[in-house]
């Protein structure tokens, strides 16, 4: 546990890492200091707080020999304004380590303010030039260094660290030779950053970084940065991951070279597929169609032009520009994708049929558009299916809708009923009995205690009906004890012998919002079985059965005919209850010889 007195000194303090200056503690004035919390702060090196720290630190290593040395330093605090520090340094001993202890004994806040892009001077330039740096560079999602004449990082921001999963505070004042010796790329890097301290140019050059999991590529601007007097003392290195578009390229190469070598089988797939298999040459200008062309849109063969404006003559004249558009650009961009449009294309009866249309552009050695192949297909039946799929699913939520809005004015009348038929008449009943105590005083504590009685009937009847209303606690209890506690409910009643069986660990399968609309068809059937069933006994299953979960409710009461089935409310909110997670119900009944309903619910619906 820290010292109580470093905890709640006045001055901020920090406790630094020897190695690499990380924060491993930092005291509550530092944290109200600096506008850090003490996570943030615990995530950060004083390479991260210190200003161009890199410049200072061979010189911040003598302070730290000579304990007795004030340093005065240009800090940055969380919301990016500039403190002037002055600290001391002394030892430590922190979880039995020896640790540097920084305390600022004084700050001052420097304010940037500018007027007609100048800096006021309460700030120095340098100090300026470096402030804008940081602050580009540290929220930059690109690697940015800096290195000097002497190719020592005096730079990194964060997001070399999330990309390379090394740490910045070890390379800072370290030499790019001696980290990157191993790597193939650093003659092409050294003569790359030679050629820019000489000559002042920008370059572009792509390298490769090894990494434990994978190899990364970079497409890497080197910039030269000039000091006032017009010459160049560091370089900016902007480096952004490229390795997807390089495998990208790699995979799109291999794709290519396959389908060369595949030319003639090709031709032998176009003759035998039903789709319309298409190549175009861009040296001869010659468009060949396959079979499936011939079959699908109705042409004869020989018959056609084979050139690029027969195609675009039968696209439909609102659609034209668009796809002739959208294949020019993909052609002129060189894309390596795949190229896909949809639109109407003409058959040789003069009708129009709507068509996907997909190709590939094939490159020669020098990158340079070949061939380009494809296949068009009519998908005229297909989005006529899919519209009708769309209407029925339209149509079915409309029923569900319908349903649910029934089911609710259903439940409204039931409640207006049992609080006019019944609790209405029995807190009647016990006002009627105060009445008649007020004035008799011979039979008063009876009345009372009537009227007292009508009343915990009435808070019984209104409990139930609370129980019927509001959701059951699945979330704490689960499906099978819901159903449990309803069963009990009902046994303990005495109008009925109700049992429920279930199989374990049913509950963990099921998601919350299907429990509760299995518990709502339980909750429904046995309403409909004790209003009009007139049976003595219910039973309630719940079961998996290979891909799916049944619901099985069985009664022995005097049933119905199966003409009636689909006529009740009750029974059609519980059809549509189930069809909402694509389950079916199964109704099993005959006049005296009760009721089987079965809900069946898919696993993965």
């Not at 007027?115 to 470096?130: L, N």
């Not at 092409?188 to 970084?209: C, D, P, Y």
């Not at 089988?265 to 200008?285: E, G, H, P, V």
Request: proline share 2%.
């Amino acid at each position: 546990m820290l010292n109580e007195l470093f905890i709640s000194n006045p001055l901020p303090m920090f406790i630094l890492a020897k190695d690499d200056l990380s924060i491993l503690e930092a005291n509550n004035a530092a944290i109200s200091s600096y506008e850090f919390n003490r996570t943030e702060l615990l995530e950060r090196s004083l390479y991260d707080i210190d200003l161009n720290f890199a410049s200072f630190y061979q010189e911040f290593k003598i302070f730290t020999a000579n304990s007795s040395e004030k340093v005065t330093r240009t800090h940055r605090k969380k919301n990016g304004l500039l403190i002037d520090v002055t600290f001391v340094i002394s030892h430590i001993t922190f979880h039995e380590k020896i640790c540097l202890l920084m305390t600022v004994t004084d700050s001052k806040d420097i304010k940037l303010v500018y007027a007609d892009k100048e800096v006021c001077t309460t700030i120095s330039r340098e100090v300026k030039k470096e402030y804008d740096f940081r602050t580009l560079a540290d929220n930059a999602p690109s690697i940015i260094q800096r290195i000097n004449r002497d190719l020592d990082y005096t730079y990194i921001n964060r997001t070399f660290e999330k990309v390379l999963k090394k740490s910045v505070s070890d390379l800072i004042g370290k030499n790019v030779i001696d980290i990157n010796k191993h790597n193939r790329d650093l003659p092409l890097f050294l003569e790359t950053a030679n050629k820019v301290f000489n000559e002042g140019t920008t370059e572009t050059i792509t390298i490769s970084i090894p990494t434990p999991d994978q190899t990364l590529h970079f497409l890497t601007v080197l910039a030269p940065e000039y000091d006032e007097n017009g010459i160049i003392e560091s370089i900016i290195v902007i480096s952004n991951d490229i390795t997807a578009i390089k495998i990208a390229e790699k995979e799109v190469r291999k794709k290519e070279a396959e389908l060369i070598r595949s030319n003639q089988r090709f031709k032998l797939a176009a003759k035998a597929t039903k789709s319309a298999i298409w190549d175009y040459d861009f040296k001869t200008q010659v468009l060949y169609w396959g079979d499936g062309f011939y079959s699908q849109f109705g042409y004869t063969q020989g018959y056609i032009e084979s050139r690029f404006d027969f195609w675009e003559s039968h696209i439909h004249p609102a659609e034209k520009d668009k796809v002739t558009q959208s294949l020019d650009a993909f052609i002129e961009l060189g894309s390596k994708e795949l190229w896909r449009e949809e639109y109407r294309f003409k058959r040789s009866d003069g009708k129009f049929v709507s068509v996907v249309d997909k190709g590939y552009i094939i490159f020669d050695e020098n990158k340079k558009a070949m061939r380009m192949v494809g296949s068009m297909e009519d998908i005229t039946e297909q989005k006529r299916r899919q519209k009708k799929i769309i209407k029925e699913e339209l149509d079915k939520q409309k029923l569900v809708a319908q349903a649910v809005v029934g089911a609710q004015e259903k439940e409204r009348a039931e409640i207006g009923k049992e609080l006019h038929d019944n609790i209405n008449q029995i807190l009647s009943t016990a006002k009627l009995f105060l009445e008649v105590a007020k004035v008799n005083e011979q039979e008063r504590m009876l009345l009372i205690k009537k009227s007292a009685d009508h009343i915990h009937h009435a808070i019984n009847e209104i409990r139930s009906i609370s129980r019927s209303l509001v959701p059951p606690s699945i979330g704490d209890l689960g499906l099978s004890e819901s159903i449990n506690d309803l069963v009990s409910n009902i046994k303990m009643s005495g109008k009925i012998n109700a049992i429920f069986n279930a199989e374990k660990d049913l509950d963990a399968q099921i998601p919350e919002n299907q429990q509760l609309m299995l518990f709502r068809i339980v909750q429904e059937q046995v309403n409909n079985v004790m209003r009009h069933a007139e049976a003595k006994n219910l039973a309630v299953v719940f079961s998996k059965e290979d891909n799916h979960f049944q619901l099985q409710i069985t009664d022995d009461g005097k049933g119905f005919s199966k003409e009636n089935i689909k006529k009740g409310v009750g029974l059609s909110n519980i059809i549509s209850r189930a069809e909402i997670f694509n389950g079916t119900v199964q109704i099993d009944s005959s006049p005296g010889e009760g009721c089987t309903l079965v809900v069946t619910i898919p696993l993965n619906n």
